[in-house]
């Protein structure tokens, strides 16, 4: 069973920069394809950005592309997600997911979660 801990989110300001790691423990990551979530208040979770297991393959959700890139070091079992020119509605509480198969887009189909790291981008 793997865990996972996010950390790296903080307050900055539109047009910044952030980035987001997610460590893993307790299980083999390299067979995980990872995901980024996001939920901002009121708002159900939605999907960011998935990478494979091998780091070779990602999706990215289209309010999010050219502006996030997602990656993985599976020699040190984390995720990344650098954040650029961040505007307001980029807020929300960040989390990390694994999952079996790679492609996946609904949290539903994810069974790992971190905890979430907190992003919020002021005006």
């Known amino acids: 069973q793997v865990q996972l801990v996010e950390s790296g989110g903080g307050l900055v300001q539109a047009g910044g920069s952030l980035r987001l790691s997610c460590a893993a423990s307790g299980g083999t990551f390299s067979i995980y394809a990872m995901a980024w979530f996001r939920q901002a208040p009121g708002k159900e979770r939605e999907f960011v950005a998935t990478?494979?297991?091998?780091?070779?393959?990602?999706l990215y959700a289209d309010s999010v592309k050219g502006r996030f890139t997602i990656s993985r070091d599976n020699a040190k079992n984390t995720l990344y997600l650098q954040m650029n020119s961040l505007q307001p509605e980029d807020t929300a509480v960040y989390y990390c997911?694994?999952?079996?198969?790679?492609?996946?887009?609904?949290?539903?189909?994810?069974?790992?979660w971190g905890q979430g790291t907190q992003v919020t981008v002021s005006s």
């Open positions: 997911a694994a999952a079996r198969l790679y492609g996946l887009r609904s949290s539903s189909q994810y069974g790992h």
């Open positions: 990478i494979s297991g091998g780091g070779r393959r990602t």
